[in-house]
């Protein structure tokens, strides 16, 4: 591990790069007619994938990023998943196909805070509006506190074949500091339902850089995990943003770990993974050799989403609900963000969409390759190759520094330095002068 190279970049602010441009950047040029534009375009021949966001939580968890909000009610949750089902059917009528789906994933927010009934009805509207494979991968993330057995009963019979489980952390003094409290027993027991159903890919997201949080506590959790050998990990610093998140504020300050402990933190775990038998991919993955997502990264087909890396090859994810964010060929497009407006605008048969970006770049490869030909990114965007890096100095400063190298016009990320790509692709990123302050640390 390269812990001066910690130190010296780990305190730039830099976006997770799971689209590019960031969301701050999109447009409201891209709104509900250029949406339907794009819509009439998809093809039919070729399958899209679906993301649909539940942005309801019982508790909120202080360090969350997500747009979500907290009720104790099912009234509400009830009628957005109304507007769900009818924004669905907005997009099957638009497009005027039978249009093929090969991934659902249901996000949050806690999409099992649905009543299995609630649960079963919404996915069975999607299924009317659209053709959902028979192999269609549908996956779901779980909230394992939550998770009864009426609601994994409705999980197979919706056909999930993918849960990711929230874990965090299981120090406890880190989970009364972030305000979840998740034992290792409500976790392996979820597992067990979910397995137990015909769920064959279980999926954990963990935390580094969490207050309180030490390399001693990372491996404890690390060690509890593999015993219930999940398929995949996603490891993702946390990302302090107390002045775009403030329910962040409950997290004092001084009890963050530094860039170099962070650093520290998330190679530890990467070590201990590996030692486990998972394999590295990209930045912030890990799954078992033979899951998909390790035979993408062999294959060269490894794709980075807003869930982080995935091997769907999708052209076209088609976002629902409030936030949603979608992609397609064209560019990127967001639905409005405050619920009432959201519900509105589909309650008048109008889409929620009110920003988005029309693709003119892309940083996607080296995020997932750790390498990336300039030329080649030059020839894509019609750009002059010398104008291919945006930030020359910083990535004459990386290369200096031996975080990559550069050959033949092709810029590869060094082996030890992976955990800093995010500082490389940085150098592409024509917005980033302005938007540091929404950012967390690259550590």
Known sequence: MRSDLADMYGQDKLPRYTSYPTAPYFSSAIGEKVYRHWLRSVSAHRPVSLY?????????CWYCGCHTSVTKQDAPIAVFVAALRREAQLVADTIKKSLPVANLHFGGGTPTIMTPELFVDL?????????VLPDAEIAVEVDPRTLTNDLTQALEYCGVTR???G???????????????????????????????????????LLYGLPFQTVSCCLDTIAKCVE???????????????SFKKHQRKIAEESLPDSVERHVQSETIAEALQDAGYVRIGLDHFALPDDALATAQREGRLRRNFQGHTDDS???LIGLGASAIGRMPQGFVQNVVAMRDYLDRIAGGRFATVKG????????????DLTVDLEQISRIHDRDPRTAVVDRARIDRLLADGVATMSQGRLTVSEGSEFL???????????????????????
Not at 52 to 60: E, L, N, Q
Not at 228 to 242: I, N
Request: hydrophobic share 45%; net charge positive.
């Open 52 to 60: 649909v966001h539940i942005p309801f939580c019982r508790s909120m």
């Open 123 to 131: 996915a069975d509207a999607f299924r009317y509006a659209f053709f």
């Open 163 to 165: 849960a990711s489980l």
């Open 167 to 205: 874990v965090q952390s299981f120090d406890p003094r880190v989970q009364r500091a972030i305000n979840r409290l998740q034992s290792f027993e409500q976790t392996a027991a979820a597992v067990e339902r979910l397995r137990r159903v015909g769920v064959r890919g279980i999926n954990f997201d």
């Open 228 to 242: 219930l050998r999940p398929d995949r990990f996603s490891v993702f610093g946390y990302a302090h943003v107390p």
């Open 314 to 316: 999708a052209d076209t």
């Open 357 to 368: 970006y029309a693709f003119t770049e892309d940083i996607e490869r080296i995020m997932c």
């Open 421 to 443: 790509v995010r500082s490389v692709a940085s150098a592409f990123d024509a917005h980033l002068p302005r938007s540091t302050g929404v950012h967390s640390r690259a550590v």
